[in-house]
DNA sequence: CACGCTATTGGCACCGGTGGTCATAACGAC
DNA sequence: GTCGTTATGACCACCGGTGCCAATAGCGTG
């Protein structure tokens, strides 16, 4: 889980390898055999080190397409908290939303390999719930504290809920259209659905 | 996967349980030591049938919470195709979500188990994503008929998640407080949410 | 009633993911 | 060099899931 620390000075024994090298050597093997047809002892050996050893840098054979992926949460939760506080708050949050799915250029090959692999695969699919799960909870957080409500109250929890679905319109759109601007569509299905419920 | 069959005459030879037996029995178990506590082995036992045969009754031990889905799902394209036309379609998926959860007394108690285990249960959450995705399509079927686009385009998809994402809140809220009606609350969220994105 | 037909059962072997334990290797500090 | 610390990797056991196949139990027929 803890990312590759980048620690001061390590005390003990030093990590015979790190999270990048663990993803890299998967992620050959996942696009090479597919998910399902890469074992785990397949993908120690490709690292060179144990089996034993990739559960220490991943929780399960799942988490590891999803990567560092606490970190990107923290990112989320600051773009929300950088949202100009005189907006709506849904156009804050929506616009954080927005934000967050804007990749870099460079960055955009890469990601979309990732979601390729994670929104293609009935297993991760599955257990993406439990990350979307966490992202929902940033939002509703957010809202929660402009609100001055509980984070488990129906309004937050709904944007949460209701958020993450316009942003996973946005991905199943893009999958099926890589040309388009992840963050444009995330912008689109928001439009969409302030037309469809304003009738 | 298909439920116990009401054959009009069995051929060969007959079934040594039923999809209610089984779940009968798995809810037993697991009430006593949780999903995770309880092994296919335990399950088998109880219903008096070797552990080969469950999975001839159900794809693997997530599906057995979730029961015979299909049918629920074929109730839910039912509603949503009884919707009256006249009706905004926002508002007509709307109610028929809400229809879809509106369940006679009776059946509440266990229904209400069910989807507390499910809830509950990490394994489980993660599973149902994949139950999730066939409901979401349904749903987007609808839109797209209505508005003769295609399944795939973003408002379809984007109406699909959105829907799922209000019956999801409110199952969290339902969660919190028994109390509640769960259709009342997929109202409740749909006027919160509306009212979020009008401002 | 015996016979064959047929669908279901259930045992068995096997794979792969996951978790626990433990001896051991490699480093920094003293 | 010794000590404490930390990560490693081997061994083991468990469980869910799958392919294979022989055994089985009703049914309809002759």
Redesign the pocket.
Known sequence: MTTT?ARP?????????SHAAIEQAAFGLFAERGFAG????DIAAAV??????L???Y????DIPWGQFDRTLDDFRRILESTAPELPLWEAVHRGVVRFNEFPGDARPGHRERMELILGTPELQAHSALRYAEWRAVSAEHVADRLRLSPTDLLPTTVGHVSLALALAAYDAWMDDPSRSLAGLVDEAMRGLRTHLAS
Chains 1, 2 share one sequence.
């Not at 060179?48 to 050893?53: F, P």
């Not at 929780?59 to 799942?62: T, V």
């Open positions: 620390p000075r390590a005390a003990g024994r030093p990590g015979a390898t890469t074992t785990l002892d060179g080190v144990g089996r034993r050893t559960f220490r840098y929780r399960s054979k799942n």
